[in-house]
């Protein structure tokens, strides 16, 4: 974990000093994000088919994760709560237009065929899926909190996972180092959501 | 090991329901933990107890098999979690507490079961099926009044495996928790509501008023952990950014071409 931590710094210089920010459209379908469209930071050709996977699953996981921040966003009790939520929907939204980006920049769909979260029959389901956001969508006051905080610890937890396994098995520089950003920030997001939850 | 097991799952899951031919890792494993009241791992993803080693990164691993009493699940790289001379800190809370789980794959699930020592204070039958959206369960503990390690477990519908957790509790110590219609795992008197920090998402404030929290006057390093307010301003890497979305600082949303929901060159 320290090691790749390590690791990753020296990538994201290595990433940061050639990034051109080119300003692209929003995506028909992202409801509006707080200010004017992000920008996308562009990828290298080089991947293999674990980073392809990764930016599917991660767009899907995305997704469903917009839906639960945006609930959270207006409907939670504690104001701190709103707050997080609202960032994290602005900080994924700009995740997801640049994700698919990429998948754009090497001809790959951005859609995954199946719904991560529809495969009871699979014995495991991962942390969030509709079920569980119309769960979230009936409870209120401080039981929603507690809902919302619940779910999207397990849910950022899977973000984590997938990234680990990005770390070890993707190839293009930049989507590694994105699933390095994607694993500290998450990280950090759960230690904030846990002391939300316990006060 | 530990690690590769952990992480297989629940990405065999999404890479099937991907249309991915990977085969699926069977038995599966389910992850989870007490969030509320903080579990020992759960103290530790917070940080809220420093040093913990890897069980930091996956408070949701302490797997092992069934019928164990201890709060590492049989996992030497989590003893931490065993090391009672850690000082833990205890939750007060009143008779009655509600213990909620973070799941981070819904498995099904034969029971829930609570322990103090060799007491079962509680056992809940979820008959071999998926958990709910959120599993919080109301236990009560007035006999057990004072200082107490409540060892928690999830047993697995389908597997051999189980999940345990220890929280460290001072029943009847504090801000009771009756089995209401929206019971509060929030004990003693912490409100729910903090007035000092409310800066509402239209707030333009140019200057950081708040010392307690933000600390941070215009133009100061950026630094994670500061509360940022719209228009808060902050210098990176020799540059100055100013604040377009209020949050809390975390590692990776520094100012950068990939954080401009968050920050805009000033």
């Known amino acids: 974990m320290r090691r790749r931590t390590r690791l990753g710094v020296a990538l994201l210089l290595a990433v940061a000093v050639p990034l051109s920010t080119v300003a692209c459209g929003t995506e028909p379908d992202e409801p509006a994000p707080p200010a004017q469209a992000p920008a996308a930071v562009q990828v290298g050709n080089t991947h293999n088919d674990a980073d392809v996977r990764y930016l599917q699953m991660m767009v899907a996981h995305h997704e469903q994760g917009m839906q639960l921040v945006r609930l959270a966003r207006t409907r939670a009790q504690q104001e701190e709560i709103k707050i997080f939520a609202a960032a994290v929907e602005a900080t994924q939204g700009d995740e997801v237009t640049m994700m698919r980006s990429w998948l754009g920049t090497w001809s790959e769909p951005t859609t995954v065929d199946h719904d991560p979260g529809a495969h009871a029959a699979h014995g495991g389901l991962p942390a969030t899926g509709a079920e569980q956001i119309a769960a979230l969508e009936e409870a209120s006051g401080a039981v929603f909190d507690r809902q919302f905080l619940n779910l999207f610890v397990g849910h950022q937890h899977n973000a984590v996972e997938m990234s680990q396994r990005e770390a070890q098995e993707g190839a293009n520089p930049e989507t590694k180092d994105f699933a390095r950003r994607v694993q500290e920030s998450r990280a950090d997001q759960i230690a904030q959501m846990l002391a939300l939850l316990n006060g | ?266």
Request: proline content about 10%.
């Open chain 2, 1 to 266: 090991m530990a690690i590769r097991k952990i992480i297989a799952y629940p990405l065999a899951a999404v890479a099937a329901a991907a249309g991915s031919t990977l085969a699926i890792q069977s038995p599966a494993a389910a992850h989870g933990y007490v969030s509320s009241p903080p579990s020992r791992q759960a103290l530790c993803a917070q940080r809220a107890v420093p040093d913990c080693g890897p069980i930091q990164f996956e408070p949701q691993s302490v797997e092992g098999p069934k019928g164990l009493k201890s709060c590492d699940g049989g996992l030497s790289q989590f003893a931490v979690l065993n090391d009672n001379s850690r000082n833990w800190p205890a939750r007060a809370v009143g008779d009655t507490v509600s213990f909620s789980w973070t799941l981070t794959a819904r498995h099904r699930t034969s029971t829930w079961e609570y322990f103090i020592g060799n007491t079962r204070v509680a056992v809940f039958d979820d008959g071999n099926r998926q958990p709910e959206a959120v599993v919080t369960h109301q236990v009560d503990l007035s006999r057990f009044p004072g200082r107490q390690t409540v060892l928690a477990i999830w047993n697995i519908g389908d597997t051999p495996m189980a999940f345990y957790n220890c929280i460290d509790l001072n029943v009847g110590g504090g801000g009771g928790t009756p089995p209401a219609p929206t019971p509060t795992p929030t004990p003693t008197g912490v409100p729910t509501q903090e007035p000092t920090v409310a800066p509402t998402q239209t707030a333009t404030a140019t200057e950081p008023a708040n010392p307690g929290q933000t600390g941070a006057p215009t133009g100061a390093a950026w630094a994670a952990g500061v509360a940022y307010r719209v228009g808060d301003e902050v210098t990176f890497d020799g540059k100055r950014y100013r604040c377009r979305q209020a949050h809390t600082a975390i590692r990776s949303w520094e100012p950068s071409p990939f954080t401009l929901a968050l920050w805009l060159p000033a």
